[in-house]
């Protein structure tokens, strides 16, 4: 008996013809030809020219759990009323034909027809059913033959033909050795009907797992010259349409899927592509549909998106007596113009700035068919900065000026790694007065404030780092990971003021559990050897690291952190998240007169919320440290 699940066509043929150029005595179930789905097919013929007149291909949709009954496939209607007519007589004898004496014995123990029962039809089909398992025979005709005490039954047998070899049709996936290793059909054998529909059902599971879900064995048979034929339709994607796009252009959505067309559809490759659109940070929603093609066994993918804001224009102006008039006026776009490409504008206008407080940034994600990437900024702004001590208390205020540019070039070496290589030439100087905020005077204050000033110079560095990210979303992960590994070559005949080596990692891992919940775990270590700008040391505090902290209020060469984030849907939009922040940087070598290095571990914990919003995301978060704090920012954490 040959089952098959639900959504699976069984294509059973037997087109079974006797070395005597007997006519055909199988009967076929009747198909719907328009089902694409997995089949298993098998179609026997012997005899002149490629495919014989009765060599049809026949199929037939079965519902979950249906079955076919061998008899159905072997006994013709003419032995069907030979059943009939004989039914309810006395039988004397059952003999074979056509079969080895030693398979005769251990069939005739299965018989349901035995010396002495009667002709019925349920054991007639029993019996040829238990026969056709065997697989090695085209025909299978029970014969009567009256004889006084009742009648004489014998099952007259033909043997299949012989399978001189095996060749593919339509195979992209799989090559024919590989195919061809799970046939196992040897060359010289007679054909088993059993055997190779058992093999075209692995080969059709194979197909499965590996994400082929069209895939479908339309034709098996045997020429006239002994070679048994497969014909496989992968299912091939005819055309890829995009909808939905009002903005972004159709080959910036396109080039990000993992499949093209003219090749097999894979369900994995199909539910990346999703990800990777996802990940571009510029729809709202995106869906795939599997739409009939114009030719048999292929499909046309359909992909829907619904686009989001991917810029940012902001304009402010301001006066007071000290700077007069100011203003600010910044643009940032994702998508610039449709192309995927990365935009940021900023310029502070007016004020003792007198202008001079700009930056410039473009990145162009794709600069080849390899998705390479290549980006460059020019910046040179104001920044207000407040020093802390290792237990949080302001030291220090004062501007900083950080002026330079850097270009980065990406690399990807496959669909997950990415290398990175960034060159950066950039000058950190104090403007204006430091500001001491502890009441240190005279002598100590000369001496902290030179301290300050001299941490600042120029840096000139090329810094390589390795990328490894499988996340299923970069803004609201729940699968996946990413680890990433950086070096940092400073000065040492690159020019500048200080001569170093930084070396940092990190890795993100996310769960996903039940209902919407996500399990999140970030951990990231980093050693720095030389002489390094107090700015460029690593530093923990603050949203994005240590919060219930001050910003940045643990420094060193040194460092090792780990957060982990119980994330939970409170309603559309909206994540609640439970954290605990670990973490320690210590190693600043006695550079700042006021910060003393301790090795010891810095914990916190807290709740939060996160907002999508049409900007991006927003946090807000409640941690508490060595103070209670509240932390708000944009952008993810990670």
Do not use: C
């Not at 195919?179 to 054998?189: A, D, F, H, I, K």
């Not at 107090?534 to 952190?561: P, V, W």
């Amino acid at each position: 008996m040959i089952s098959i699940s639900k959504k699976k066509t069984l294509l059973a043929t037997a087109v079974l013809l006797s070395l005597g150029g007997m006519s055909v005595y199988a009967q076929v179930p009747s198909i719907n030809e328009n089902t694409m789905s997995q089949s298993t097919l098998l179609n026997v013929s012997n005899g002149g020219g490629n495919k014989s007149s009765a060599s049809q291909v026949f199929e037939k949709q079965i519902a979950e759990n249906e079955t076919i009954q061998g008899s159905q496939l072997y006994l013709s209607d003419d032995s069907k009323k030979e059943v009939n007519k004989h039914t309810g007589e006395l039988i004397t004898s059952v003999e074979f034909t056509g079969i080895e004496e030693n398979a005769k014995a251990e069939i005739e123990s299965e018989l349901k027809s035995k010396v002495g029962t009667k002709v019925s039809t349920e054991n007639i089909d029993a019996d040829v059913e238990t026969v056709s398992k065997i697989g090695t025979f085209s025909q299978i005709i029970p014969d009567f033959t009256n004889v006084p005490e009742g009648v004489k039954l014998n099952y007259r047998l033909v043997s299949n033909p012989v399978v001189k070899s095996v060749e593919f049709e339509g195979n992209s996936v799989f090559t024919d050795a590989q195919l061809n290793s799970v046939m196992q059909v040897q060359p010289g054998s007679v054909l088993n009907v059993a055997q190779v529909n058992r093999k075209i059902k692995e080969i059709e599971d194979i197909y499965l797992k590996q994400g082929f879900l069209l895939v479908n064995i339309s034709d098996v048979y045997i020429d006239a010259e002994g070679k048994l034929r497969i014909k496989i339709n992968e299912g091939n994607v005819e055309k890829i349409t995009i909808v939905g796009n009002e903005k972004t252009k159709d080959n910036v959505i396109k080039r990000e899927l993992r499949f093209m067309e003219g090749q097999p559809f894979n369900k994995f490759l199909a539910n990346r592509s999703i990800e990777r659109l996802y990940n571009l940070g510029f729809f709202e929603d995106v869906n795939m549909r599997l739409l009939p093609g114009t030719t048999e066994h292929t499909v046309t993918v359909e992909i829907g998106v619904v686009e989001q804001k991917t810029g940012v224009i902001t304009v402010g102006a301001g006066y007071s007596k000290s700077d007069g008039f100011v203003g600010v006026v910044e643009v940032g776009e994702t998508n610039f113009r449709g192309t995927g490409d990365k935009v940021n504008f900023h310029w502070e206008f007016g004020g003792s700035g007198k202008g001079k407080n700009y930056q410039v940034s473009y990145t162009k994600p794709w600069i080849n068919k390899n998705g390479d990437s290549a980006g460059f900024s020019i910046y040179n702004r104001l920044y207000k900065y407040v020093d802390y001590n290792a237990k949080g208390q302001g030291v220090a205020q004062y501007d900083k000026r950080r002026k330079g540019w850097n270009i980065t070039w990406g690399r990807v070496s496959d669909e997950y790694r990415t290398n990175y290589l960034n060159i950066e030439s950039s000058s950190d100087r104090i403007q204006g007065d430091v500001q001491l905020l502890n009441g240190i005077a005279g002598a100590e204050a000369s001496k902290w404030k030179e301290a300050i000033k001299k941490s600042t110079g120029r840096t000139n560095s090329i810094t390589f780092t390795h990328v490894y990210d499988s996340r299923d979303n970069f803004f609201n992960a729940t699968k996946g990971k990413r680890i990433s590994v950086s070096a940092q070559w400073g000065g040492h005949g690159l020019g500048g003021d200080f001569d170093f080596y930084k070396v940092s990692g990190e890795g993100r891992f996310y769960k996903g559990l039940r209902n919407g919940h996500t399990l999140a775990l970030r951990v990231m270590g980093g050693y720095i050897h030389g002489n390094i700008a107090y700015g460029n040391l690593f530093s923990l505090g603050g949203s994005n690291t240590l919060r219930g902290y001050e910003d940045e209020q643990f420094k060193g060469k040194k460092m090792y952190a780990a957060t982990l984030e119980y994330r939970f849907p409170i309603a559309k939009k909206i994540q609640g998240v439970v954290f605990t922040d670990v973490g320690s940087a210590w190693d600043v070598g006695g550079s700042m007169p006021w910060y003393a290095d301790s090795r010891s571990i810095n914990y916190a914990y807290g709740v939060g919320v996160r907002l999508q919003t049409p900007i991006g995301p927003i946090r807000l978060d409640y941690g508490h440290g060595d103070q209670n704090k509240f932390h708000f920012s944009f952008g993810t954490q990670f």
